[in-house]
């Protein structure tokens, strides 16, 4: 079942560091595409990673690459080898990225985020400008279709700041 | 840039390139209009929404066929 709140508020409550990235911050400015992952760069700092298996750690979280999908490793020793986790949980999907291309690793990304309220889950956000062009330096067919759209919306927003 | 009953319209080039683009892309951008018309929770909230249908129909479609229509078995070539 889609939760996306549900994850986000997870992350918060284990004061996960990270920033909303990809397809679901796209929707949050307006973008129609559905996704199904909820993507998020976030710091592989073996604290960080820890207070990700603390937030994941009891939604059954497999490894989502992995054709048997097999059970994440709940120690944040092993998690630290990875540059990216493709995660299935009860929740639903989340990707950790430890860098977003075109934009850097976490403390950029965290540089160029801004804040979003989501019914009083505060949560970061890549800034509109660097996750277009996050999707164009990725450079797949959707997400070529995705940077389209939200130049859509730039422009939009653009003109009317400037009303 | 101005809003007009039913869309917007804009004067700027730049900005109609972008729609196009988008257009060529196939997205739909009436829906992107109406989304931009929400705010960001109402967004993610109808989002999630999309997504059970999406995630329901997908089930269907393998409880249906057997598989997944998006990656189907591969068959052995026939023998001559």
């Not at chain 1, 299935?88 to 990225?97: A, E, H, K, P, Y």
């Not at chain 1, 890549?126 to 997400?143: E, F, S, T």
């Not at chain 2, 960001?40 to 057997?66: F, I, K, N, S």
Request: proline share 5%; hydrophobic share 40%.
């Amino acid at each position: 079942m889609a939760s996306t709140l549900e994850i986000l508020r997870r992350l918060n409550q284990h004061e996960v560091e990270y920033v909303l990235v990809g397809g679901m911050a796209g929707v949050l400015y307006g973008s129609s595409l559905v996704t199904e992952d909820v993507d998020v760069c976030a710091s592989f700092e073996p604290k960080n990673l820890a207070r990700i298996v603390s937030a994941l750690g009891d939604l059954n979280p497999r490894h989502r690459m992995n054709p048997n999908h097999p059970p994440m490793d709940l120690n944040a020793v092993e998690l630290a080898g990875f540059k990216n986790l493709y995660l299935i949980t009860d929740l639903g999907q989340i990707d950790l990225l430890s860098e977003i291309s075109g934009v850097g690793s976490y403390p950029e990304v965290s540089r160029y985020s801004i804040a979003a309220n989501l019914k009083g889950l505060v949560c970061k956000v890549l800034d509109l400008d660097r996750l277009i062009r996050a999707r164009r330096a990725v450079g797949r067919p959707k997400d070529l279709q995705a940077a389209a759209e939200l130049e859509v919306i730039r422009r939009r927003l653009k003109g009317q700041a400037t009303k | 840039m101005v809003m007009k009953a039913g869309g917007w319209e804009s004067s700027d080039a730049s900005y109609e390139q972008a729609r196009q683009a988008a257009l060529d892309f196939g997205i739909d951008l009436s829906i992107t209009d109406y989304l931009l018309t929400l705010t960001p929770e109402q967004r993610l909230e109808r989002h999630d929404q999309a997504l059970e249908l999406v995630t329901a129909l997908r089930q269907a479609g393998m409880d249906y066929y057997g598989f997944d229509p998006r990656n189907p078995p591969q068959t052995e070539p026939a023998r001559s």
